[in-house]
């Protein structure tokens, strides 16, 4: 039976994109329901996925607000060399303000979620929740398990999904700043997917020190048609002003205009690793809220 | 006189760049000395340059390990129009474990600080602190002010700047991952830099949606030899897939081969802005302990 890791606990938007994600193996017929594995850790999830112990395991990539997940991005780069991304699942993320009764947001003394969903919730935080301070924890679960707890006019921001786990009641609804919010999650496997029409590949380069060299590159890509999607830079820990570019783009690795680019990109490379190439679907908004 | 405004509270990295900064402005023989203001968020500090409260402020832009700071570019691009870049100034980031008295590393059940640090210090804590809880902070200095309060095995990581100002011991110095770690603050001011030699410049781009626009883009600065120091993509908080560029290259915008390049790339994007043309300065490690 296949196994498919996520970053636990239960109830968060990981939880949300590992259930779309098994719909759509569903849909496809596979006959056997595999088995969901809840893990504590990101590192954790790629350490299992390169040992064999679980044949997929599902990371957020990218954020429409807070932009890429740069542990997860470093984890691929430095750490984990073998894993390789099959597929891409956008996740609507609409944030609720939870609390064990209705108290009004101006009472509220300690708002509580991931760094990220506060960093999503800023403005609304700011603007209603004045008297609040903000504390910052694992995961918009765990928030939601603190605020069940807590005596005190306490409220947690997270996924609907947890209220009815953590028995709380919702104070606001779609506290996002921006209602488009969305999440890329990425399924890793040791292999990548076959051709299929919209396909995405996913690079990652050492690029030449020198004016012009990533120019060049994007050349290549440009000359073919070939539509980036993302351009990232990180650093690669070393001296400041030394980047690795993330490269997303339409196309398959397979594909004979992507081939051609990739080897025309050699020249002006220190290195480069396919992440690999994958299909990219998207959830509809209301299945948040189911 | 001259008011410089800066991250508080007293004792983190901000401080340490404040100083070195004042130092550099002494040296050029300003004969009164600026008045350091302690502000609380960097959104305060935006803003009281912006509204004439200050004339400076110091804000962190980019740490050699974990890359740019985001909240400081989504400040910039979507709230702050009016600020410009006046100066860089490239800092070290040496950091230590601090605490009451002289656990050994085992021992310590709760490390104490701010996000970004204790990144910057992921793999150290995973190898020594194995018992340890990680809880982030607002600041580095807050870690050491919780740390001195607290009756039980915990420690803060900070600059050594913070021990003596809440008489803590160093328990291991240099506890940073990467010995290169080293973080580039900008000199937030109305006005950028006049023409000088080594001065760099920091544009914000929106760029056309379509194939090859920023390979369009990079060419024009590529065709004058002008070197490109950082390029950073960031969501324009609407629809997944829709960045701001930020680009940092070589040269004054006054200089006559960029006011070339930046005019032809009008073709190519839909808004520019000029963050501001502005001298770079790098503190020697030493400093740091100083």
Known sequence: MKRIGYLGPPGTFSELAARFYLERLKKNGICEEPAIV???SFADILSAVETGEI???LLPFENSTEGSIN?????????FKKAKIKEEAVIPVVHQLLARKSYGPGEIEVVVSHPQALAQCRGFIEQYLYRAQKKEV?????AARLVSLHQGPWAAIGASLVAETYNLVVLAENVNDYPENAT???VISLKDSEPAPGCKT????????RPGALCDILKEFAQRYINLTHIESRPTKGRLGDYLFFIDFEGHREDVHVRDALSHIKDYIVSMRILGSYPAHAAAKKRENS
């Open 38 to 40: 809840c893990l504590s």
């Open 55 to 57: 044949e997929e395991g």
């Open 71 to 79: 542990i997860i991005l470093d984890l691929l780069a430095q750490q």
């Open 138 to 142: 694992v995961s918009t679960a765990e």
């Open 184 to 186: 890329r999650f990425i």
């Open 202 to 209: 996913s690079l990652i380069l050492s690029v030449n020190d």
